[in-house]
């Protein structure tokens, strides 16, 4: 009896270790609050060159932008400020933590056209398809099902609509030695190809270590 028990929690243990584990959507994840400690660093927002960005993004008065893994809002307040209160940004983040971040900073800066979004790993959960410019900074790398968070996220931009990639390259990545931290142009180009989206627009002279690139239908 003792023998057949054992034989049956081996049979258990061997199914259970055959059978796909649960993973989860972020790559690399921290707290917020222990990320805002690298993101916010000086020197990292230093080189972040956000009035650069915004100004080759060409953005207008009543724009909405959806920053997607907007952290402590580094680019959501500045987006705010250039779509003008008549415009909308989104700040979505699946951390609750960075969008009390980013609502006290609005308040602070009297800022108003500024909605948090709680999204979800899969799926950025936009309130609207009222999307303009759905922007990613050092970000599409932490997702894991990039090309389903993609598709999902086009069903979202408005016709005409752009989505913005930049991205670290893999020879300027710190994750170098884990590739599942890396993303290329190439493949990102891939991704929203599926998406129903083609490059219109690539910037190469704001960053060595960074690709950049603009894609719409």
Request: hydrophobic letters at 45%; glycine letters at 8%; proline letters at 6%.
């Amino acid at each position: 009896m003792r023998l057949r028990q054992l034989f049956a929690c081996l049979a258990t243990l061997a199914v259970a270790i055959s059978l796909p584990r649960p993973v989860d959507g972020q790559l690399a994840s921290r707290p917020a609050e222990e990320w805002t400690k690298t993101l916010a660093a000086a020197n990292r927002v230093q080189g972040l060159r956000v009035d650069d960005i915004i100004a080759r993004l060409r953005l207008k008065p009543g724009d909405v932008v959806a920053d997607l893994g907007a952290g402590p809002g580094l680019f959501s307040l500045p987006f705010a400020k250039a779509v003008s209160p008549t415009g909308k940004v989104y700040a979505v983040e699946i951390d609750q933590g960075f969008l009390d971040t980013i609502r006290t900073k609005a308040v602070e800066e009297r800022i108003s056209n500024v909605q948090g979004v709680l999204g979800k790993f899969e799926d950025p959960s936009l309130p609207a398809a009222d999307v303009d410019v759905a922007f990613f900074h050092d970000v599409l790398h932490h997702i894991q099902d990039r090309a389903g968070y993609l598709k999902n996220l086009a069903r979202y931009v408005r016709p005409g609509g752009r989505v913005v990639i930049i991205d670290l390259t893999p020879e300027g990545s710190p994750h170098r030695a884990q590739p599942e931290l890396v993303v290329t142009k190439d493949q990102a180009t891939g991704w929203m190809a599926d998406a129903g989206f083609k490059p219109v627009e690539e910037i190469t002279d704001l960053f060595t270590d960074k690709w950049f690139v603009v894609y719409s239908r």
